[in-house]
């Protein structure tokens, strides 16, 4: 095998590269050129279709000018009398004086009545056909009650000859009669080519408003060979005027009957405003296409060529003169350029190799290069300076992040002597979880690891703050232990009423004695009432304390209850804070009552909700209407716990304000899914949990890992108000069944049971009286 020397090696691969440079630069200017060329045809070809068109438009709004000022002469509306043809025929000819290209001016009208001034100088065909002599100027066509005259004037009017053909014109079954008598503006013809005349030409018409008449003028267009020849670019350009058969109307040059429908066809199949490439004799052509108007009401098309070697040839010449200066150049800096690079390329190659270490973070393995360079050294020494500030600054960092995490954890905690502790062990359970799944060989796990310590720090983070949202929840809706407490048990409100009662039933009892009434009586109603006020009262304490299931006949017996009555003599809105005012009603005092109600002034209203964020973040759990809702009866009427739906919405709210917490942070890209991890722990499998109503394929292995660890810790805590402590046993049964409907993945439970997770958690963190004997295969035939 033969080996060169890395001189060589360079100077192979400099050449390439600048030879490469060299042939994209070219090709730069080329690909430019091209751009210059097409930017040049469709410029000229925009401004040859746009004279051309100007030029008929021009022509056009003259004479639709002309008709509209026409067709206010009241000369046109009389009967055509010899008056009313004098002082026509003067109109007309001056017209046709200013505008020789004008080939008539004419009235039609629905009983056919026709009358029509013609400019013989462009109808000469006319002038031989009824033998009339040269120095004849105008013709006037007059047809009244089917008779048909011809007088023939002078330039100075007057009459030379008259004749009296036998032919009629049918004016209101002609096109240009029946078009313009239905519209209130100019109309026009398509193009055509006259029969008297065999040039082309146009009609315009105007409808004379208020009568059955219609002023009309013939245009010829026998002009537009010589116009189409001053827009030609040079003589290998070609300009076509052509009517939708293919017929020509104008030309720049002849071309030829074949050229001129080779010509026609291709155009046909373009679309308008089009520039397209045609090949034609072995030569190649920019062609463009259009109509003259751009509504498109039109049958003529404007048809342009150029020749492609004509404009190619000055950018040609350019791009080879630049070929040989890059040439040139190449092997005049190549020897100068080959000894720069060999001593610097590889210097630089190590130092890029340093910083891939730095970009990998391996801070550590950062080394400084051998090279004879002094800058290039010390440059590499900065590198390993940098590193070694980065990895000191980014575990200081780290650190830091770490006790703020573990701050908030233990603020969080710290706000409710009940749950303290969750934030700090259920990152202990979902780490232990966690890892023993990335370890795993098992199918449902083989897709997953951490493979680097960022991806276990990120998850390690996520479990840190999976409840940082806490910090807006109130704590007396967390801790509310009773159905009636908010900040306090009301309860004590309730007894308070009850105790009125229970005076008003001694006051009542007195007042029957002093008046005389049956003792026996009254005091058998005193003890009947006070009896059942004891009972009520009992009945009501003992539902405000959530313990089982409320059933229908109960809330029925609440609501019985509420419906006694006690007097209040005294303002109930004395004392109460601005907004709390707001909630209450003025009402004449002494007033009744309800021992239990639900009042305007128990309902808290949501305020400054952004209800379009809500959605705009994916969250899907229903908002309730009010904030809070502190109604007595519909407390009490709880079915099941202590917390109202409004409340219980409160205390998921803290998930909705941890993923919008987590989201708003800036984490880098290593730790980017803590939102993600964080946020998804009361989801479910099925899409039944909170907020965003996830499924299994929407949640990572470890947002169903952070789920189980969450569910285990509050089942197993035993510092919870609003329910009994649970065994490790019955804890792991519920997350079985838990498994069975799908709430929390089967896989990872497995995983928790055989693992023996679950009883190193209960030896550090359960009361002795908790830990009782687990049967794995027991629970396990619970999912």
Same mark, same amino acid.
Request: with cysteine.
């Given at each position: ?14 050449? $390439?590269?600048? +030879? ?15 751009? +210059? ?63 020789? *290209? ?24 006319? !002038?031989? /056909? ?37 032919? &009629? ?23 055509? *080519? ?20 219609? &002023? ?11 116009? !189409? ?11 076509? +005027? ?8 104008? $030309? ?10 080779? !010509? ?40 342009? +060529?150029?020749?492609?070697?004509? !404009? ?30 060999? *001593? ?69 905690? $710290? ?10 062990? &259920? ?27 960022? /991806? ?21 809706? &967390? ?305």
């Amino acid at each position: 095998m033969n080996h060169t020397s890395i001189r060589a090696n360079i100077l192979k691969s400099f050449v $390439a590269l600048v +030879l490469l440079i060299s042939a994209l630069l070219i090709g730069l200017q080329y690909y430019a050129s091209k751009q +210059l060329i097409n930017s040049a045809v469709n410029k000229n070809f925009n401004q040859a279709s746009g004279n051309i068109v100007n030029f008929i438009e021009s022509a056009e709004q003259y004479t639709k000018n002309i008709l509209n000022i026409l067709s206010m002469n009241s000369n046109l509306n009389k009967k055509l009398k010899d008056e009313t043809h004098t002082k026509l025929i003067e109109d007309f000819t001056h017209i046709m004086i200013a505008s020789p *290209k004008m080939k008539g001016i004419y009235i039609g009208y629905k009983n056919n009545d026709f009358f029509e001034v013609i400019n013989l100088k462009n109808n000469p065909s006319f !002038l031989d /056909e009824y033998h009339v002599k040269q120095k004849t100027k105008w013709a006037v066509v007059t047809i009244v009650d089917n008779i048909k005259k011809i007088e023939f004037l002078d330039k100075e009017l007057k009459i030379l000859k008259r004749c009296t053909p036998n032919e &009629v014109i049918n004016v209101s079954s002609r096109l240009w009669y029946k078009r313009a008598i239905k519209s209130d503006d100019v109309i026009r013809t398509d193009v055509y *080519k006259f029969k008297s005349t065999s040039s082309y030409g146009i009609t315009f018409a105007k409808h004379i408003k208020g009568s059955d008449a219609v &002023v009309a003028l013939d245009y010829t267009l026998d002009n537009l060979d010589q116009f !189409l020849q001053e827009q030609n670019f040079d003589e290998n350009s070609y300009i076509i +005027l052509y009517k939708d058969n293919g017929e020509k109307i104008a $030309a720049s040059q002849d071309i030829g009957l074949e050229g001129l429908k080779y !010509l026609t066809d291709f155009f046909s199949k373009q679309s308008k405003s089009s520039i397209k490439m045609l090949t034609y004799k072995n030569k190649r052509y920019f062609t463009y296409h259009t109509i003259t108007y751009p509504k498109g009401d039109t049958n003529m098309h404007i048809g342009v +060529l150029i020749l492609e070697d004509s !404009l190619l040839k000055p950018y040609m010449e350019r791009i080879i003169d630049s070929l040989y200066a890059s040439l040139i150049f190449i092997i005049l800096t190549i020897p100068f350029v080959f000894y720069l690079t060999s *001593k610097i390329v590889k210097p630089i190659q190590d130092l890029m190799e340093e910083n891939q270490k730095v970009i990998q973070r391996k801070f550590s393995e950062v080394v400084p290069i051998k090279t004879d360079i002094k800058e290039l050294y010390d440059f590499s020494l900065s590198f390993v300076s940098m590193s070694k500030s980065i990895q000191a600054y980014q575990k200081s960092q780290e650190e830091l992040l770490d006790a703020v995490i573990k701050l908030i954890a233990q603020a969080i905690d $710290a706000k409710s002597i009940y749950t303290g502790g969750h934030c700090r062990r &259920v990152p202990e359970i979902a780490q232990t979880l966690a890892d023993l799944a990335s370890k795993s060989d098992d199918k449902p796990f083989k897709e997953f690891s951490f493979e680097t310590k960022d /991806e276990k720090r990120e998850f390690h983070i996520a479990a840190w703050l999976h409840d940082c949202g806490k910090v807006t929840t109130p704590e007396y809706v &967390v801790d509310k232990a009773t159905k009636l407490e908010t900040i306090y048990n009301r309860i004590h409100e309730i007894r308070t009423r009850f105790e009125v009662l229970f005076r008003d039933a001694q006051i009542c009892y007195l007042q029957e004695l002093l008046s005389g009434g049956d003792q026996q009586k009254a005091d058998k109603k005193l003890k009947e009432t006070q009896k059942e006020l004891m009972e009520d009262f009992e009945f009501i304490a003992s539902v405000n304390i959530g313990g089982e299931f409320m059933s229908q006949e109960m809330k029925d017996r609440v609501k019985k209850i509420a419906q006694k009555e006690w007097v209040r003599n005294f303002d109930d809105k004395l004392g109460l804070s601005t907004s709390e005012i707001l909630r209450y009603h003025d009402k004449p005092l002494p007033t009744s009552e309800k021992l239990l109600d639900d009042k305007d002034s128990h309902m808290v209203r949501r305020e400054g909700f952004d209800y379009e964020g809500y959605k705009r973040y994916g969250f899907k759990e229903e908002v309730p209407k009010y904030l809070y809702n502190y109604g007595e009866i519909y407390n009490l009427c709880i079915e099941r716990g202590t917390l109202t739906k409004e409340e219980r919405f409160k205390i998921n709210e803290h998930v909705i304000m941890t993923i919008k917490m987590l989201e708003d942070i800036p984490f880098p890209e290593n730790l980017s899914k803590i939102p993600e991890f964080a946020g998804t722990h009361h989801e479910t499998m099925i899409g039944t949990g909170y907020p965003r109503k996830l499924t299994k394929k929407e949640l990572s292995i470890p947002s169903r890992v952070m789920a189980i660890a969450d569910i285990f810790e509050a089942l197993t805590a035993s510092d919870r108000p609003y329910k009994q402590v649970k065994s490790l046993s019955q804890a792991l049964k519920i997350m079985a069944f838990m498994v069975k409907d799908e709430h929390i993945d089967k896989d990872l439970f497995i995983l928790f049971l055989k693992s023996g997770v679950y009883m190193e958690y209960a030896k550090n963190h359960l009361k002795a009286e908790q830990i009782d004997e687990v049967d794995i295969d027991t629970i396990q035939k619970l999912c």
